[in-house]
C-alpha cells in the first residue's frame, strides 16, 4: 500500500512540475516569468528524479549526490517559506489568511518530496548496496 502511495505523489509532483514548467508558454496574457524564477526549475526537475529512482527503486548517481538534492531542497524551502513570509508587499492583516494557506499548501506539498529525498539519500542502504 505504501508504495502505491509514493507512486501517487510521484506522478501528482510530475504533473504539477510539467505544468510549472509549460504553463506560462500556452497562457494568453500572462505576465512575463521573471528570469529568477526560471532557475529554480532544475531544482524540481531534479527534485522529480531522486523521487522517481526512490519510487520506482532504482539507483541514479551516488547517495551524496541525493544528499545534496535533499540539504538544497530543504534550504530553497526554508528561503521560499522565509521570504514569502517577510515580503513587505504582503504586510498586514488582510493578507495574513493568504500566507498561511500558501505556506500549508507549500508544505503539503513539498514535505512528502523532501522525506523521500531524505529516505533515498539517507535511508535506503539496501538499495544502494545491492547487485545491479
Known sequence: MGRKLWKAYFFLALVLTVAALTLPFFIE?????????????PIYVVQIVGLFGFVFWRRLGIPPVWQAVFLV???????????????????????AGFLVTNAAATLVLQLPML????????RCKELWHGAT
Do not use: C, N, Q, R
Open 115 to 122: 522525506i523521500g529525498l531524505f529516505l533515498y539519500g539517507f
Open 73 to 95: 531542497s530543504v534550504a530553497y524551502e526554508a528561503w521560499s517559506l522565509f521570504s514569502m513570509a517577510t515580503d513587505p508587499e504582503l504586510k498586514g492583516t488582510d493578507h
Open 29 to 41: 496574457g500572462s505576465p512575463e516569468t521573471a528570469w529568477w524564477e526560471w532557475m529554480y526549475m
